[in-house]
């Protein structure tokens, strides 16, 4: 009779689920088998995308194959990587959105024996793929381009990525709205990439990076000071009525006009928020 082989789910194929995956392979007893489950087709490289999603030329960098993930290629192991939603997890079986027959996966129940549980890291709305909303993601001064939307595919993200390029590259002005270490990146990429472009960071505190030593942004700010097309504003928060706010408040060279709470006005033609209370939805309606 035959007897289901012991399962290990790994629920996530990113930095930790991958490592976990490998190590469990090689050191488990051949019967037994682990599932490397994730809604992408590829590992997301997550901490390279504020960077890709500026420069131009290099987006496929981003996404990593899992082919050889559990770094064997011996057919006779039972170790399988799967593209799928888990839709329900329970104390000895998951639920997914789609079953896999081809791997003696019938159904979309799937019985375990050990889960590992790898997923809830997520990036922030502007480069969030699977946040494909552009309301969600930046608020355009002329809304012209939109985000295509992303459904797990290495070629879905690199369209994503070229969109996102575009629309960075289409806007001569920009305000990036938050001091931690994405908003910083994402400034300074843009800035390096395109010397002609005026940039504006925004960020609430008087501090930059205000989770590390101040050091840090001591450092930060100086090379900030020496880019010529940087502008820095500390210690003024944007006030989120002025995105919404209709009708829509433009200058005259068509520039989006928003506001701090000390009722600063700041134009820009594009604006990409950093800050993790910030929700832009509907901010373009």
């Not at 979309?108 to 024996?113: C, E, H, L, Q």
């Not at 549980?117 to 922030?124: D, E, F, N, R, V």
């Not at 520039?255 to 709470?261: E, K, P, W, Y």
Request: aromatic letters at 6%.
């Amino acid at each position: 009779m035959y007897s289901s082989p012991k399962t290990v789910v790994v629920l996530g194929a990113a930095y930790g689920g991958c490592r976990a995956s490998q190590i469990l392979a090689a050191g488990l007893p051949e019967s037994w088998r682990v599932l490397l489950i994730d809604r992408n087709s590829h590992m997301n490289n997550v901490y390279i995308f504020p960077r890709l999603s500026v420069l131009p030329g290099h987006e496929h960098k981003a996404f990593i194959p899992l082919s050889k993930v559990f770094l064997s290629e011996d057919p006779t192991l039972l170790h399988r990587c799967l593209q799928a939603t888990v839709t329900s997890i329970r104390r000895d079986s998951i639920t997914l959105s789609r079953a896999f027959p081809e791997h003696g996966l019938a159904t979309t129940v799937v019985p375990y024996d050990y889960m590992i549980y790898a997923l809830g890291s997520l990036m922030p709305p502007p480069l969030d793929l699977w946040g494909t909303d552009p309301a969600d993601n930046i608020v355009q001064a002329k809304p012209g381009r939109n985000l295509p939307v992303y459904r797990g595919t290495k070629s879905e993200g690199i369209a994503w990525m070229k969109e996102h390029q575009k629309i960075v590259e289409d806007a001569p002005t920009i305000l990036v709205v938050g001091g931690g270490a994405l908003g910083i990146q994402f400034a300074t990429d843009i800035a390096a990439i395109y010397s002609e472009k005026k940039v504006t960071l925004l960020h609430s505190r008087k501090r930059l990076l205000p989770r590390f030593d101040e050091a840090m942004h001591d450092e930060t700010l100086k090379v900030l000071e020496t880019m010529e097309n940087v502008d820095v504003i500390l210690g003024e928060r944007l006030d989120m009525s002025s995105v919404k706010e209709q009708p829509v408040k433009h200058n005259e060279l068509g520039q989006r006009i928003v506001r701090t709470v000390t009722g600063r006005e700041i134009a820009s033609d594009l604006l990409v928020p950093f800050d993790a209370l910030m929700s832009l939805k509907h901010a373009n309606t």
